[in-house]
């Protein structure tokens, strides 16, 4: 089935350093962004090989990307804690706010109203207003870092999951908790809000996906604990099924019972964000530096509740009307006249927005989104008339408070995704040649298709031989790893590793105290080589240091090193120590992989379970 329903689209190198991030457009599956460790945000279309548009300027690390509902806006979130909101139609910034001080992992426009919500590594959550540059709210509660962020369809809600495994519901208007939603085991990785009723789904690391409902916040349905975790999820535009994604496959749910109702295997890895464009799944995912997505045909796939499996009674959902859940209200968005002005940009700033493809710019963007879309739904501004003036939650009376004032930003129309024709990605079996044209024109033509790939080995190349010239002139393999380790190359990095593990007789508490960060970076890799070798890295590691360490963190007055002081010692072994034990939840849910990957975790548990 896989192989009838699957199609990989593109395979591309999209920037020189770590991608960080990824998403889809939402008003049309087609366009999509990167993020990456390079500075930089991409602006793509699935079906072309070269970007449309590069955005530069920002300070440091790309760590999230976002459209807006009418995909004219982008809003780029950053390791420093800022972020930049581009018009992507002017193609220019309109605004910066300097939102945390640690880095923004995602963020999110409101469907409606010029307010962004973004979530950062500090474990809070912040509500702007785009107009006046100003923070409505700070919501603050959860223990550990934001992992995604999502508007109710009303937009009067805040959904936000977290890795301390819980997820919670914010009352815009109130600025205050609605719920904790709590009953997962494991780090929450998304959270989505079903189009129409009042139902809320998650997908955690604990390998479940729950259905929550929005009137009681309890939860109705679990999914059966998988073998893999799942990564992103999607209720599909009718809001009859869920699609959930994992490294290596698809599954359709539907709910009360939670019945799995298809599970393909698919030889995609680490989906970051789904799209649906009429019964099409378009998937992306991102690895190092490179980008693939691919289109899943769901006329293959079951999606028929009678051959669900569970052990509940069936219920069909192919009718609103069979749900006895509350539904939003439909009705037509209020227009507004309300424009505002870009930020006037700082001598300092030196955001910019840059062409890389002018045809695919003007015909997307030019033409004001003139594309072939399909009509335009009705979107629910308000909650049902008819909900009870109060809902119980844990025994306590919860009012429902009236909407907030927001009113939609200016020409921000929201369509429905734009069908994507088959025949686009039809495999080509000959290149287009017109008969004018010569063999160096051709030549230059398939070149072209590689540039991306030769900056990238340009600019490896030249941090091999920046190292190279660090160790001949100051013979010291610990400055080496320390200016490899901020070159930010995981390739470069593993092959530096690679190297020092065949030189046993050169590892040093200094030299294993800069290396075993990235080293657990590495076993945290999507490619079995980079795993492979940040796996080694902490074996030995562990071998040669793991009899140290203990000894150091346990004694009240160790012995002092002839070189190294009581206190420096104790610091390189518990910063050792604290990256190594990170690791002993995902190396226990990664021992169950066949070959020698899996092998390696096992021998690597063992390790650590006798040696630390």
Known sequence: MAHQCFSKLQDIVAHCDEITCLSLGQKTVQLFATGSADKSAMLWKIDKPHSIMSLTGHTSAVTSVCFNLADELLMVGTQSGTIKIWDLEEAKVMRTLACHKAAVPCAVFHPYADIVATGSLDSGIKLWDMRRKGM????????????SLNFSPDGRWLASTSDDSSSRIWDLQNGKTLADLNEHSGSIT????????????????????????LESFCCVGTSPREAQSS????????????????????????????????????????????????????????????VSTYVVDLNHINTDISKGESKGDKVSRDSPMNSSRKNYTKGSRPSTSTTYKADKQDDDDKSMAQIDNADDYNAIFKAKFKLNHDPVPDRPPTRPTDVPSSRPYNGIEQPIVSPPDVTPAAGHAVESPQSIDPKEFMPKNQLPISSHKTSVDIFQTVEKGYESVKIVLSGRNKNLQTLRTIYSTEGNWKRTAESAARMNDMSLMADLLNMLLTKSSIWTLDLASVICPSAVQLTMAKYDAHIECGVKTITLIVLNFGNLIKTTLKAQTAAIGPDISREDRYNKCEGIFKNIIYLRDYIDERTGIPGKVGLAFKELRLLLNTGL
């Open 136 to 147: 409505l709210f700070q919501f603050r509660g959860h223990k550990s870092f934001i992992t």
């Open 231 to 290: 990564l992103c999820i999607s209720f599909d535009n009718s809001g009859r099924r869920l699609y959930s994604a994992g490294n290596d496959f698809l599954k359709v749910y539907s709910w009360e019972p939670v019945l799995t109702l298809d599970s393909v295997t698919l030889p995609w890895d680490r989906v970051s964000t789904l799209g649906q464009a009429e019964m099409q799944l378009i998937a992306a995912s991102f690895s190092n530096t490179s």
């Open 190 to 213: 998304s959270g989505v809000f079903h189009p129409n009723e009042f139902l809320y789904a998650t997908c955690s690391l604990d390998k479940t996906v729950k259905f929550w409902d």
